[in-house]
């Protein structure tokens, strides 16, 4: 029994991701209705979904080691989603977005997203990529997926998508923003997928660069 349990989970698919994991803040409309924390970012929210069919997942990421970040794990955890890739650090950051879900005057819901403490009016919490000088380690520690996933351009994960492509692993891109630098050039030549939203910027930049889809 024990041996068809361990074949079994040897077969199922593995996805790392690198990114943006943060700590939604959910507030609803209805004062009666408490505030709600999970898990999110771009990157969180992929690799729970995934995680969420049975898939192993594993995302990288460099947070502080705080309350937050506390609040975050669990809720990954919950999801059974393998935190071993994300470090909790002094220097580290831990993204927190709120996310409001009100009523307009016709009593359609609308939603929308904060990135100000709404006491104070500070800027909260942002993304800190993961440091160049962690790859190595990232790589020795980790099993080698069979997709790796990344949504911000920066060395880190542009290391890991290259060494992971050489794996063998189908690397999956999602910018979050368009930028005409070499980084970005990078992420889309390494890229066998790319998914991207209708603006026009991005589509005017993918059809003009020198950038060919695979």
Request: net charge positive; aromatic share 10%; charged share 20%.
């Amino acid at each position: 029994m024990n041996h068809m349990k361990n074949k079994t989970m040897k077969t199922k698919p593995i996805c790392i991701g690198a990114g943006l994991v943060a700590l939604d803040v959910v507030i609803n409309g209805n004062p009666k209705i408490p505030l709600k924390l999970y898990a999110g970012g771009s990157c969180g929210n992929v690799l729970t979904i995934l995680s969420s069919f049975q898939w192993i997942v594993y995302p990288v990421a460099r947070l502080k080691n705080n309350n937050a970040s506390k609040q975050l794990l669990s809720d990954l955890n919950d999801w059974k989603v393998n935190t071993s890739l994300i470090t909790l650090t002094p220097d580290g950051s831990t993204p927190i977005i709120i996310q409001r879900i009100k009523k307009d005057k016709n009593g359609n819901s609308v939603h929308s997203f904060q990135f100000k403490n709404p006491d104070n009016g500070e800027w909260l919490p942002s993304y800190k990529p993961v440091l160049g000088s962690e790859v190595h380690s990232i790589t020795q520690k980790s099993p080698i997926p069979n997709v790796f996933f990344f949504d911000r351009v920066n060395r880190s994960s542009i290391e890991l998508a290259k060494y992971y492509k050489e794996k063998g692993a189908v690397i999956f891109f999602e910018p979050s923003s368009v930028s005409e630098n070499k980084q970005f050039e990078e992420c889309l030549n390494i890229a066998d997928i790319i998914k991207f939203s209708d603006e026009k910027i991005m589509l005017h930049y993918i059809r003009t660069s020198e950038f060919r889809l695979k």
